[in-house]
């Protein structure tokens, strides 16, 4: 699944409603997803975490979009491992 | 940018840590990549966004790592559009 296609067909389906409910309002629905996707960890079943976690990917992408960010290129910092050490396995403890 | 390449690299740059650490405070540390996000959509330039677009992602894809989630198979709900209507554009307005 490629990064830079999921958001053009996030744009595609959701865009003009994102730019119509603006940053603020969605980042908002970002967090209530957030929150699902807590709770789906916690108390629910793989189903429902699949379902949460694309649903926070989404919101996550469609709030990038908005702000002007390819998620693309955002994901390369991490394509070769760490992006404060460039090694994988990390050897520098930036994600401890 | 290949979601699942993504969540390989991630898992063989950062998976010890992640394992040791555990789920509880993996996502306590997304929250926090959170929290810098919105400062950054607040009051930081573009740089500083990719980059913590890119930090949330990551910690995203650990945590879908740490609880037997294929990322890849999760934002395959959105491949054609709406996970609900099948749409694009979205007729039904679950994303609204």
Redesign the interface.
């Known amino acids: 699944?490629?990064?830079?296609?999921?958001q053009a067909?996030?744009r595609?389906?959701?865009?003009?409603?994102?730019r119509g409910?603006g940053?603020d309002a969605t980042?908002g629905?970002f967090?209530e997803e957030?929150g699902e996707?807590?709770r789906a960890?916690r108390r629910q079943g793989?189903d429902q975490?699949?379902?949460e976690?694309?649903d926070?990917?989404?919101?996550?992408v469609?709030?990038?979009d908005l702000?002007?960010?390819?998620?693309?290129?955002?994901?390369?910092?991490?394509?070769?491992?760490?992006?404060k050490c460039d090694?994988?396995?990390?050897g520098c403890?930036a994600?401890?």
């Open positions: 699944m490629d990064l830079a296609a999921l067909t996030i595609a389906t959701y865009g003009d409603a994102d409910r940053v980042f629905w967090i957030v996707l807590s960890i793989h975490r699949v379902e976690f694309s926070v990917l989404a919101w996550l469609t709030l990038a702000t002007g960010v390819d998620m693309a290129e955002a994901a390369r910092r991490y394509e070769h491992g760490c992006p090694a994988s396995p990390c403890g994600h401890p």
